[in-house]
């Protein structure tokens, strides 16, 4: 089972990077480095044959967790976040919450193990219900920091088909 890129996917990357410059800088900590992140990020594609506008807005507390010696060996990422996608021709809109921890671990190798647990997305059609949902844990294997197609080794709960049901409700 292959991970397609998400926005927290992309926020991933991101914890990473942060972890690899606070390891630098954190020599002989042995305390959680915890900050908050705030969120407010527009974007749009064109993956449904039309043009899908989205903002996300919230923040994420980041910890950053160090061994003995200062290396930071995982952090742990809660989102509170909301995605909101609108359909510029038409103005309908559609929002989904995403809410839970990532915990990434660093391995010795250089390899990463991220568990993405909570809501990822929720595609909620007024009238319909939820269409679809990326909800529960998953867990992915990144071979190193430049590994863009990891392995998913875990999968629990409902991962269903989030840009096919996002494209068919915000449908011209």
């Known amino acids: 089972m292959r991970f397609r890129r ?15 410059l606070l390891s630098v800088s954190s020599a002989g900590a042995v305390a959680p480095d915890n900050f908050t992140v705030e969120v407010d990020e527009s974007f749009s594609f064109d993956a449904c044959g039309f043009t899908i506008e ?18 930071s060996v995982g952090v742990i990422n809660n989102f509170a976040l909301k995605v909101t996608y609108t359909n510029p021709e038409t103005g309908e809109t559609l929002t989904t919450p ?4 990532d915990i990434i671990t660093f391995h010795d190798d250089g ?19 939820r269409v679809a949902a990326q909800i529960g844990n998953i867990v992915f ?6 590994d863009e ?24």
């Open 141 to 146: 294997f990144f071979t190193d920091p430049e």
């Open 54 to 71: 989205g903002r996300t807005t919230g923040f994420i507390r980041v910890h950053v967790f160090f061994d003995k010696d200062g290396n």
């Open 149 to 172: 197609e990891p392995d998913v080794i875990f999968v629990a709960g409902p991962h269903e088909g989030i840009l096919a049901a996002l494209c068919e409700a915000l449908a011209p």
């Open 111 to 129: 390899s990463v193990t991220v568990a993405s647990i909570g809501i990822i997305a929720s595609i909620v059609v007024p009238g319909e219900g």
């Open 98 to 101: 995403v809410f839970g921890p």
């Open 6 to 20: 998400t926005f927290r996917f992309g926020l991933i990357s991101a914890a990473f990077s942060a972890a690899l």
